[in-house]
């Protein structure tokens, strides 16, 4: 089967809108809650986040219900996200999960990339921890499958080894990294100044720059043989066509 034959596919303006409003309600969400999200309020704030982030896919399956092995793969694919963060729990900053929510959101589309990026920040910080910094996380690993679904979808970016390890890298640097460091500047800062912002985005180039060089390892090692699975099961099943 060609390798791009899931990737171009066309987003009604109604989708579009609903994707549009979801991604403003969250930033919203986290910008005007800022340090008043204490530990306290950060499981009620992650699971708003959850919330909105399964509006969209679930508004992609207007014309149907979606299917239960639908829902048991994509619950399997975060169960994959959490194990690949885990597994390196022990080198500081080397995040491969942003890898797999890269694969799953250019085979499976946007709205399915997005939520299984937040779910997936979610359930690993019971492990890492939990805290105020989830929901910025939740948001940072969602962008990372949404934005891989659009460009992918859309022709702009090739789902091709090479290609997509250096889109990966690059997303992390100019993307998920700063959505992160966004987090330590509203919570480290009591005014934020031009000083303030640079010193918190430069302090994390490095920890960024390894989760970027993870992204691009893990991309470029695993990417294809898990789009041959899992186009394999949207041909045989016809899952999560609608959610592209």
């Known amino acids: 089967m060609p390798q791009e034959s899931f990737v171009k596919r066309t987003y009604s303006k109604k989708s579009i809108l609903v994707m549009t409003a979801c991604l403003a309600g969250i ?13 306290g309020h950060a499981y009620g704030a992650s699971l708003l986040v959850i919330v909105l982030a399964m509006v969209p896919f679930f508004f992609s399956f207007e014309h149907r219900r979606p299917q239960a092995r639908e829902l048991v793969t994509l619950a399997v694919l975060c169960a994959i996200a959490v194990a690949a963060r885990l597994l390196f729990i022990w080198a500081p900053h080397f995040k491969p999960m942003t890898a797999i929510i ?19 920040a979610f359930v690993s910080n019971f492990f890492f921890g939990q805290g105020p910094w989830t929901p910025w996380q939740m948001l940072a690993f969602g962008m990372a499958g949404f934005l891989a679904g659009i460009f992918c ?11 997509l ?9 100019a993307i998920v990294g700063p959505l992160q460091d966004t987090c330590s500047l509203f919570l480290m800062t009591n005014t934020i100044t031009p000083a303030s912002a640079g010193a ?45």
């Open 153 to 163: 979808r859309s022709g702009m970016i090739s789902r091709r080894r090479i290609p």
């Open 200 to 244: 918190i985005y430069l302090s994390g180039v490095p920890a960024n720059a390894v989760h970027a060089l993870a992204t691009f390892l893990t991309l470029l090692l695993v990417s294809q043989p898990m789009f041959e699975k899992l186009d394999r099961l949207k041909q045989k099943y016809g899952i999560l066509k609608e959610s592209a």
């Open 165 to 173: 390890s250096i889109f990966g890298a690059v997303l992390v640097m």
């Open 102 to 120: 890269i694969i799953v959101g250019a085979a499976l589309g946007p709205q399915a990339g997005f939520m299984t990026g937040a779910m997936a």
């Open 27 to 39: 930033a919203m969400l986290l910008v005007f809650g800022g340090k008043a999200m204490g530990n």
